[in-house]
């Protein structure tokens, strides 16, 4: 697909202050933030960048989160122990909304993924090998990574090439749903139904549940080989 830094331009589809992310003597400088090489909920972080393009696919045009500029649709097809942030196609926003209690927070910082189906050439055939190819090519050139939860920085995002928060994807595939967001960014050949194989490269933080009550997370990033730059601010509330 290419709804991110290819033909339709860029894509990208945290913490309170009683845990700070400042770092600890011996620790890690990140204590709400899941390393990457955990496995949270049964799934690696590679397996849960999949799940996030599932869910943020799915979704209808008209109430996709990655269209929303008010956190109105933030709940939409929310399901499990794992709530996902959406990133946006670029640009600022300001989106508020509620998190139900005890959900752990899934979102990329920046994000890639290729196939050979949708807004392509009718003679892209790429294997596997090549898909990944393409989607670290993208990933390599990100710089400006920056998470900060509640005015507190998250520790080691660098860049693209240096962050230590980077994963891919196994194979996987995705269910693009009528009126879908491929279809309503341009691409007509986004027909209805499901992909594959589909593979992503990217940066994505998982957090622990935050404790009840309001936070701020703000994510950056930029690509400015592809003109792309994001600075999506969440106002979250979360439940008791």
């Known amino acids: 697909m290419r709804i991110q830094f290819a033909r339709l331009g860029a894509l990208l589809a945290l913490l309170s202050l009683v845990f700070p992310l400042s770092a600890q003597p011996g620790g890690n400088p990140n204590p709400q933030v899941l390393p990457p090489h955990a496995a949270p909920h049964g799934h690696t972080y590679g397996e ?3 799940r996030w393009w599932q ?3 799915a979704q209808p045009a008209a109430v996709n989160p990655l269209f929303d500029t008010t956190g109105a649709y933030c709940g939409q097809g929310q399901l499990g122990p794992v709530w996902f942030l959406a990133g946006a196609f670029g640009g600022t926003f300001v989106r508020s909304c509620s998190v139900p209690a005890g959900k752990a927070l899934f979102f990329p ?4 993924e290729w196939d050979n189906f949708v807004c392509v050439e009718p003679d892209s055939t790429l294997d596997v090998a ?3 190819a393409f ?3 993208v990933i390599d050139l990100t710089s400006g990574l920056a998470v900060t939860v509640d005015g507190a920085s998250v520790q080691g995002l660098g860049t693209g090439l240096t962050t230590s928060y980077r994963v891919t994807s196994p194979v996987f595939s995705y269910t693009l749903p009528p009126a879908n967001v491929v279809l309503a960014l341009g691409c007509a050949d986004a027909a209805p139904g499901t992909y594959t194989p589909i593979v992503d490269d990217g940066v994505y933080l998982m957090l622990a549940p935050l404790p009840a009550g309001p936070h701020i997370i ?3 990033a930029e690509n400015p080989a592809f003109g792309f730059f994001l600075d999506v601010t969440y106002n979250l509330v979360v439940g008791s």
Request: glycine content about 10%.
């Open 48 to 50: 849960w960048g999949a």
């Open 55 to 57: 869910w943020a696919l």
């Open 109 to 112: 910082v920046v994000n890639q």
């Open 130 to 132: 090549g898909l990944r």
């Open 135 to 137: 989607a670290k090519s």
């Open 218 to 220: 703000r994510i950056q």
